[in-house]
């Protein structure tokens, strides 16, 4: 994978952004550590995005400037501050940095699949679910939890578009598509679903297109 800053540019273009919002004057040893483990998973990840802007001259290509793919990459290198160098207060300062940036709001100890896209950071909202691979996620969308502290569970090729919302004890199956506003709540969805509306309006077909690979490549051995 290529990339627009070379490691040790992104490290200190990082570090400066943190720094610049927390002037604290903490120390964090391993920082250069979880840059570039997050840029491992950064590189897995985007090699089954199909989307045109994720390369250049047809190779895989991480733009820093990309506010997507920087999304993606501040959030692996928060799980990865929390959960492999058990920095808790780096792990803070990069999930309230994509906070702050990217208006994408998602714990350090949130587990996102290793393989999703983002399209548009902006009010997205990711609470403790239990995610699968080949996830995507657009603006203003939100995954949460019911009165009773109930998450979902989503399957694999889960598309949610705009503003959608899958909440509670919903469990939704592989390969369906949330569609624009739609509201999901204490609701299973089958497989290869189409979902329109919200509670009593909610409206459940079967989807005849194969949405999936407009956003990935390589799935084929996947499904």
């Known amino acids: 994978m290529q990339s627009s800053l070379s490691i040790e540019k992104l490290s200190l273009y990082l570090k400066s952004q943190l720094d610049y919002q927390f002037p604290d004057g903490d120390v964090h040893p391993d920082f250069n550590n979880v840059v570039a483990a997050a840029l491992s998973k950064v590189k897995y990840c985007f090699g089954f995005v199909n989307l045109n802007h994720y390369y250049k001259n047809g190779i895989l290509y991480f733009n820093h400037l990309n506010s997507d793919q920087y999304t993606v990459f501040v959030y692996y290198a928060s799980n ?3 959960e492999v160098f058990n920095d808790t207060a780096l792990a803070s300062k990069l999930f309230y940095l994509n906070k702050s940036l990217n208006q994408f709001h998602c714990m350090y100890d949130t587990k996102l699949p290793d393989i999703f ?3 548009h ?3 997205i909202v990711l609470g403790k679910a239990k995610y699968s691979d080949f996830l995507v996620v657009s603006h203003h969308c939100t995954v949460g939890a ?3 502290l109930e998450y979902p569970t989503m399957d694999r ?4 578009y705009p503003y959608s919302s899958i909440i509670g004890r919903s469990k939704v ?9 739609s509201y999901v709540n204490n609701v299973d969805l089958p497989s ?3 979902v329109f509306g919200s509670g009593l309006d909610l409206n459940i077909k079967r989807d005849k297109k194969v949405r999936s690979n407009y ?4 799935i084929e051995d996947e499904k």
């Open 80 to 82: 990865i501050a929390y």
């Open 117 to 119: 896209v983002i399209i």
């Open 121 to 123: 950071s902006t009010g």
């Open 146 to 148: 019911n009165a009773n």
């Open 157 to 160: 090729f889960t598309i949610m």
């Open 173 to 181: 199956s592989d390969n369906v598509c949330i569609s624009n506003g």
């Open 192 to 194: 290869g679903s189409l």
């Open 215 to 218: 956003f990935f490549r390589g």
